[in-house]
Every structure is written in structure tokens, then in C-alpha cells.
Nanobody
Framework: QVQLVESGGGLVQAGGSLRLSCAAS????????VSWYRQAPGKQRELVAT????????NYADSVKGRFTISRDNTKNTVYLAMNSLKPEDTALYLC????????WGHGTQVNVSS
């Protein structure tokens, strides 16, 4: 069983920065890709960024390219999402997803960006 715990969310003004963390239990974390998703009220869950097990392949949603950076430290079983130049439309619950069957999700960390 894998548990994912997100942290680092909060309230920030537009233009500000936050760094989210997703800490995982279990030894299998390092061999699977991890994604960050976000879900705003009344909207569908949106894929934000994905990083492969070794970090060699990274993808971003067009809406965050150039502003967000995903990274991982497999020695700490942790994936990070550095978010810069935040916009009010980035306000959402940010969730971590481990691409290990059957798929694991954390409970999320809330990010609120004020204008």
C-alpha cells in the first residue's frame, strides 16, 4: 500500500511563488512516473505536469509551461512542484498521482492565488 501526502499549499498574491511537495511511503515510488493534477471548483481535474521515474522525461500543461517546474528526489520519495508567477486562475486543489497500478492519489493541498 502506498500513501501520498501533499504539502506546501497556501494563500499567495498574484505573481508570487509556492513549492509543493508530495511525499510517498513505500519502496516502489522510485520506479513509477508521478503527476501533479489540479481541480478547481466546478471544473474538471486538469493534468499539470508529469515526471518519469528517473526524471528524464517531463511534460507540462500549456497553461503552466515556463512558470512551473516538476522535479523529484527518489532518495526522499518526494516529488516537487515549484510554481512561479502564480495567477488567480492557478487557484485549485493540487493532487499528486503515482502511476502505479491501480493508481494512487493523495488528498491534495489547496493553493489560493489572490489578484
Amino acid at each position: 500500500q502506498v500513501q501520498l501526502v501533499e504539502s506546501g499549499g497556501g494563500l499567495v498574491q498574484a505573481g508570487g511563488s509556492l513549492r509543493l511537495s508530495c511525499a510517498a511511503s513505500g519502496s516502489i515510488f522510485a520506479i513509477y512516473a508521478v503527476s501533479w493534477y489540479r481541480q478547481a471548483p466546478g471544473k474538471q481535474r486538469e493534468l499539470v505536469a508529469t515526471i518519469t521515474s528517473g526524471g528524464g522525461i517531463i511534460n507540462y500543461a500549456d497553461s503552466v509551461k515556463g512558470r512551473f517546474t516538476i522535479s523529484r528526489d527518489n532518495t526522499k520519495n518526494t516529488v516537487y512542484l515549484a510554481m512561479n508567477s502564480l495567477k488567480p486562475e492557478d487557484t485549485a486543489l493540487y493532487l499528486c498521482h503515482l502511476h502505479c497500478p491501480p493508481g494512487y492519489w493523495g488528498h491534495g493541498t489547496q493553493v489560493n492565488v489572490s489578484s
